[in-house]
Antibody
Framework: QVQLQESGPGLVKPSETLYLTCTVS????????WSWIRQPPGKGLEWIGY???????SYNPSLKSRVTISVDTSKNQFSLKLSSVTAEDTAVYYC??????????WGQGTLVTVSS | QSALTQPASVSGSPGQSITISCTGT?????????VSWYQHHPGKAPKLMIY???NRPSGVSNRFSGSKSGNTASLTISGLQAEDEADYYC??????????FGTGTKVTVL
């Protein structure tokens, strides 16, 4: 059974960079697309971007200038970097895997708060 | 890219059928058979219910079905049960090789 686990700081200061890592267990990261999604408090889901195991990426246009998603196949991990964060980036961040064009496995989510 | 449009809320009595709509454009929902649906109980991870418009993953009840007509996709829940009360989101692939989620629909079982 594939499992995903997000990890990273729960508190980030405004203007700094948010870093999260997703560790995949129970299966290989190879051969799949992997994605980051977030949900601000009281709001809906927002797609951040995806990465293919080979390294090709696609990002939400509204976040593209601040987002980088990378993959480390040797560690079975992929990561999210979001720069110049503001309070609007406060959200639960999820990592997930694509099966065809649906996200079939999800992490439990991690709350990241942007505050000084 | 704009979020796909869903009704804010839909309700039904146990045993009834309800349908949730998801409206986009020809650049997303209407242009590809790549619409998925997710059930989200607060505090838990979202769950994939439908992918590629009408395909159900293994383990998902056949009470859930998906369809599409033009720029609007739909999720139908038949034989509504108390456990179906949750938030539901659609998602679509887009012409710019990105994905977009819907605004979300709160389903209430009366």
């Amino acid at each position: 059974q594939v499992q995903l686990q997000e990890s990273g700081p729960g508190l980030v200061k405004p203007s700094e960079t948010l870093y999260l890592t997703c560790t995949v267990s129970g299966g290989s990261i190879s051969g799949y697309y992997w994605s980051w999604i977030r949900q601000p408090p009281g709001k809906g889901l927002e797609w951040i971007g995806y990465i293919y195991y080979s390294g090709s990426t696609s990002y939400n246009p509204s976040l593209k200038s601040r987002v980088t998603i990378s993959v480390d196949t040797s560690k079975n991990q992929f990561s999210l970097k979001l720069s110049s964060v503001t309070a609007e980036d406060t959200a639960v961040y999820y990592c997930s895997r694509y099966h065809s064009t649906g996200l079939d496995y999800w992490g439990q989510g991690t709350l990241v708060t942007v505050s000084s | 890219q704009s979020a796909l449009t869903q009704p804010a809320s839909v309700s039904g009595s146990p045993g009834q059928s309800i349908t949730i709509s998801c409206t986009g454009t020809s650049r997303d929902v209407g242009g590809y058979n790549y619409v998925s649906w997710y059930q989200h109980h607060p505090g838990k991870a979202p769950k994939l219910m439908i992918y590629d418009v009408s395909n159900r993953p293994s383990g998902v009840s056949n009470r859930f079905s998906g369809s599409k007509s033009g720029n609007t996709a739909s999720l139908t829940i038949s034989g509504l049960q108390a456990e179906d009360e949750a938030d539901y989101y659609c998602s679509s692939y887009t012409s710019t090789s990105t994905y977009v989620f819907g605004t979300g629909t709160k389903v209430t079982v009366l």
